[in-house]
């Protein structure tokens, strides 16, 4: 059972990512290849701005500026729905606040 849970969830992150991915190349931002559940992207308009803007969408991520990032926020992989929601939001906010 144990080794059966282990690969659902390798494979829930890995699509996850290969969606991510993809989506986030077609929005053309930049961002750090991983295979873990979580991983950075460069955000136009700054860590702390795109943090604000997606708080007030209802979407949490993490800006790393207290890290020296000042540009990253990082993302956690999350179910196939939450990963659509937060490409939505993020198209969104970036589409509202042209940096």
Known sequence: MYKRQVKRTLDHVRDGLTYLFGRLAELGLEYCPTQTNFFLIKSPLGAERTYELMLREGVIVRSMGSYGLDEYIRINVGLP???????????????ENPG
């Open 81 to 95: 729905e939450e990963n659509e929601r937060f490409i939505r939001s993020l198209a969104k906010v970036l589409r």
